[in-house]
C-alpha cells in the first residue's frame, strides 16, 4: 500500500524521487521473482511464526508484491489485517479473506489501493496486530524508514504507542533499497527488521 497525501521536506522529496524511479526499473519477472523470494524470508521471521495477527498492506504498482506472503499467512491460519485508507489520511482497518476480499478503491485523482471489502474494524484494531508489516521506499542502518510521506503509518505507529502495544514492526523492501542513512525528522520511530528478497537484518 502507498502512501499518499502528506509531503515532507525538500530531502525526503529528492530520495524518494531516486528510490521510485529504481523501482519503475524493474521489469515484471524481476518484480514476480522479488515477491516470491520476499515471501520465503518473511515467514522464516519467528515473529510470524508465532503471531496469531498480523496488520499488513497490498502492494500496488512496483512496490514488493505481497499477495503471497498475506495467503500464506492465511494458510496458518494467522488474521491478516489490511487497510484502508481514511479521508485524512489515517487508517481503518478490515480482515484480508482472500483476494476475493480486495476491493479497488480510488482516492480522489490519486492512485488506487486495494482495500478490504468487508467490514470496518476502526483504526484501533492495529493495536490488536503481533507483527506490524510496513510498506516503504527504504531503510537504513538505524531501522529508520522512509515511507511515501502521506503520514498515515506516522498515524498507525503514534496509535500504537498510545494504546501501549508493542508489535514487532517489519519493513518490506528490494536489497537496493537497505541503504546507509535514509533523512530523519524527529517523530520518526525505527523499524526492529527489514526483509528483502535476499534476507533479513535486524535493528532492534
Keep these: 500500500m502507498a502512501e499518499i497525501g502528506r509531503t515532507t521536506g525538500p530531502a525526503k522529496r529528492t ?8 523501482r519503475d526499473g524493474l ?14 524470508r518473511a ?5 510470524l511464526a508465532r503471531a496469531r ?12 508484491g505481497t499477495l503471497a506472503l498475506l495467503d500464506a499467512l492465511r494458510a496458518r491460519d494467522v488474521r491478516v489485517l489490511l487497510p484502508a ?22 482516492h480522489g485523482g490519486r492512485m488506487a489501493l486495494w482495500e478490504p471489502a468487508g467490514e470496518r474494524l476502526g483504526p484501533d484494531a492495529v493495536a490488536a496486530a503481533d507483527v506490524v ?10 531501522g529508520m524508514r522512509l515511507g511515501r510521506g502521506g503520514g498515515s ?4 505507529l503514534a496509535r500504537l504507542e498510545r494504546a501501549g502495544a508493542h508489535p514487532a514492526l517489519v519493513v518490506l523492501l528490494y536489497d537496493f ?11 520518526d520511530r525505527p523499524v526492529h527488521a527489514v526483509v528483502t528478497p535476499s534476507g533479513v537484518r535486524r535493528f532492534i
Aim: net charge negative.
Design 177 to 187: 533499497e537497505v541503504v546507509g542513512q535514509v533523512p530523519k525528522e524527529p517523530h
Design 53 to 64: 495477527t498480523v496488520a499488513a498492506y497490498v502492494s500496488v504498482g512496483t512496490e514488493p
Design 43 to 47: 515467514l522464516e521471521l519467528p515473529e
Design 85 to 106: 485508507l481514511l479521508p485524512d489520511n489515517d487508517l481503518d482497518w478490515g480482515v484480508y479473506a482472500g483476494e476475493g476480499s480486495l476491493a479497488r478503491v480510488r
Design 15 to 22: 530520495v524518494r524521487r531516486e528510490f521510485l524511479a529504481a
Design 27 to 40: 521489469t515484471a519477472d524481476e518484480l514476480r521473482r522479488a515477491a516470491s523470494a520476499l515471501a520465503r
Design 153 to 156: 503509518y506516522d498515524r498507525v
Design 133 to 142: 508489516l510496513l510498506p516503504g521506499l527504504a531503510v537504513d542502518a538505524r
